[in-house]
């Protein structure tokens, strides 16, 4: 074991190669493989807020009690957006703090970031068609051994079979907002701007306590229908949010404003 944790020190170079949702590629990943659990430590681990919801509906946490054990917020260095990432543990090798002697312990509500691997992904603007064009990248790092071994399957095979596509569907817009920051370059984004994100992208139950007790409804006209669904549903509240980012941040008009509001224009669009 300690050879091969060594050699995740080895070759932590990235050999990105861009892929299509056609192409293939071989590998394999089970616990018979020699490199097993390797890839669960030192990591940047972004995660969704789908992810957020799922992982602590899982430990039975609040959404506070999540964040506060398990993540620290992160800057996306190219947007300047804030979001969460999954601390590791404080021991030699920084391991995942949900890495079991068994493997994932949370198999079953694993980051979006953990099905991936060991693909990378990214969207970005195709300026001729208007429309965003996913892309993905093959991460070589000498430490896996299921690359180049095992099964061949194409890009969209593996994503079905690691449960992505439903898992990204919920979350397009909050990836459209962060590309779209992405695109406006290096400005600064207002202080108040970066909260309202961060509210949005990890933590639910903020949100919808800014949305049903502060003055939010009487600046923002939401139908009968959508209050009771985000009322309860974490999803659907999500959803909502990032409607409601576009709207304030980015001038989109997906929530009807009620009327002209102080509190409103303080929020100045990127
Ligand atoms: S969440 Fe699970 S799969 Fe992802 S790094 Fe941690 S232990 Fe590994
Ligand atoms: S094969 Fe790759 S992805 Fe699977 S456990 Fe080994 S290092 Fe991780």
Redesign the pocket.
Same mark, same amino acid.
């Given at each position: 074991m300690e050879a091969l944790q060594n050699l995740r020190g080895l070759d932590k170079i990235l050999v990105p190669v861009r892929l299509t949702g056609k192409s293939k590629f071989v590998f394999q990943c089970n616990p018979g493989v020699p490199c097993f659990?390797l =890839?669960?430590s030192d *990591?940047f *681990?972004p995660l969704t807020p789908y992810d957020i919801i799922r992982i602590r509906d899982k430990l039975g946490l609040t959404t506070d009690e999540f964040l506060l054990q398990y993540t620290e917020p992160f800057i996306l260095p190219k947007s300047g957006l804030p979001i969460a990432r @999954?601390k590791m543990s404080e021991n030699e090798e920084k391991t =995942?703090?949900? @890495?079991g002697d068994g493997? =994932?312990?949370?198999?079953e509500v694993?980051?979006l970031? =953990?099905r991936y691997y060991p693909l990378g992904f990214g969207l970005f603007r195709n300026k001729d068609e208007r429309r965003n064009e996913e892309i993905y990248y093959l991460v070589k790092e000498g430490f896996c051994q299921g690359l180049d071994s095992g099964e061949e399957m194409t890009v969209d095979e593996y994503r079905e079979s690691q449960g992505i596509p439903e898992l990204e569907k919920p979350i397009v817009e909050w990836a459209e907002i962060i590309m779209k920051k992405e695109s406006l370059g290096p400005i600064s984004v207002p202080e108040k701007s970066i909260q309202l994100f961060f509210m949005v992208s990890t933590n639910p139950e903020r949100f919808r306590s800014f949305v049903f007790e502060s003055k939010f409804l009487d600046m923002f006209e939401v139908d009968e229908k959508t209050l009771e669904e985000i009322k309860e549903d974490d999803l659907k509240l999500l959803q909502f949010g990032f409607k409601w980012l576009k709207t304030v941040l980015f001038g989109e008009n997906l929530i009807k404003r009620r009327k002209e509001s102080p509190a409103v224009k303080k929020v100045k669009p990127f």
């Open positions: 659990k =890839c669960c *990591l *681990l @999954l =995942c703090p949900f @890495l493997g =994932c312990n949370i198999y694993r980051p970031a =953990c």
